[in-house]
């Protein structure tokens, strides 16, 4: 699609057309929608990642949308709820034309017992939460959120994903999602599910330290779903303030991009937008989704987009593919570990 045309989500006397005009738009996969390059990643809209400006949250969120940024991202995990109610607070002003918005369920509290739940009438309650929190009448995607997690994948194809193919029908959603960290297990789910997913969004596996999602990009496309392509900041290890204390990336990993981060403050470099820029390379994905929670962030991300990088970013970045990141290295497992021996603990 060509940068110049506007897509379905244009409003007139809302958005700023002349952005609008210059964001890149692509078809996303079966869905048929026209949705923006650059996305909002709601994780960032809760205490996951440490305190947060409401107001300037929303004025983020506004400013992101009137200028042709079309997709947003949230899930009832993101601060039990927080994330969609903060948002909920962000559309409210905002025509419903002018944008798509996706939730999950599945994952939803912080304690281990209580964090994940793939039955049918926790998926149905979970969607009227959603839309409470939101206050909208439907939500564009719904996705399965982290379904490596499961017990089985049974309960998550025999349990919750015919609830949600019911709330479809209802009109509370459109197109059905699926999220996880293994891109075996999604592959997986989605040949178990044959043409019944839509969407499938993968998380920091197209990264200045992971790559693997590369070699996944032919199959997802191949299933003609809509491919988002997420946190290229690998939840805040590519950054030079570094990762929360949650992050589930082990000590050799998070010290490996503390020296990424030391080289950049050094050389007074942004690690994120290099991340940002390197992240934006892959061919595929029908989106980038990046948490933005201030408008300096979304300033930074959109000339890294828009911009790419001066020559001093260019060096620096060369420099740490040559020395730091030099292969590739990523968390699989380790949450799943953590996970099942602290249920394991509650027998």
């Known amino acids: 699609m060509c940068s110049r045309e506007l897509p379905a989500t244009f409003t007139k006397d809302f958005h700023d057309e002349e952005a609008c005009a210059k964001m890149k738009y692509g078809i996303f996969g079966r869905t048929g929608l026209q949705i923006s390059k650059i996305s909002i990643g709601g994780g960032t809209l809760s205490p996951l990642y ?18 042709g940024i ?10 039990q709820g927080r994330s969609e109610e903060i948002l909920g607070q962000a559309l409210k002003d905002i025509p419903r034309s002018a944008y798509y918005v996706a939730t999950k369920v599945g994952r939803y509290e912080n304690t281990f017992e209580r964090m994940f739940d793939f039955s049918a009438s926790k998926t149905r ?40 193919e019911k709330l479809v029908k209802e009109g509370k959603a459109k197109f059905i999602g699926v999220t996880g960290y293994p891109l075996n297990v999604l592959k997986e789910f989605i040949k178990r599910t044959a ?11 197209n990264t200045l330290l992971d790559d693997s999602l590369t070699s996944y990009i032919d199959f997802f496309r191949s299933q003609n779903l809509g491919i988002v392509c997420a946190s290229g900041h690998a939840l805040g290890l590519l950054t030079n303030t570094g990762p929360q204390s ?29 991340a940002m820029y390197h992240f934006l390379r892959l061919d ?32 620096v970045l ?3 593919k040559d020395t730091v990141f030099t292969k590739s290295l990523n968390w699989e497992g380790i949450e799943l570990e953590r996970y099942w021996a602290a249920m394991d603990e509650k027998k």
Not at 54 to 59: D, G, H, L
Not at 293 to 305: P, Y
Request: charged fraction near 25%; proline fraction near 3%.
């Open 318 to 320: 060369q420099l740490l």
């Open 50 to 67: 440490g305190d947060l400006d409401v107001t300037e949250a929303i004025a983020t969120i506004n400013k992101a949308i009137k200028i």
């Open 246 to 274: 949650w992050h589930p990336a082990n000590d050799d990993v998070k010290q490996l991009c503390r020296k990424a981060a030391n080289i950049c403050k050094e050389a007074n470099v942004e690690l994120g937008k290099l």
């Open 70 to 79: 079309n997709y947003i991202d949230t899930a009832p995990f993101y601060g």
């Open 125 to 164: 309650a979970s969607i009227e939460k959603s839309l409470q929190l939101l206050k909208l009448d439907y939500v564009d995607v719904i996705q399965i959120h982290d379904i490596e997690f499961a017990k089985d994948l049974d309960i998550v194809i025999n349990e919750c994903l015919p609830e949600l």
């Open 195 to 205: 043409g019944r997913i839509d969407v499938v969004l993968s998380y920091s596996r």
């Open 284 to 315: 595929g994905p029908a989106t980038f989704l990046v948490g933005m929670q201030t408008c300096q962030l979304l300033a930074t991300n959109l000339d890294a987009f828009y911009n790419g990088l001066s020559k001093k970013e260019q060096e």
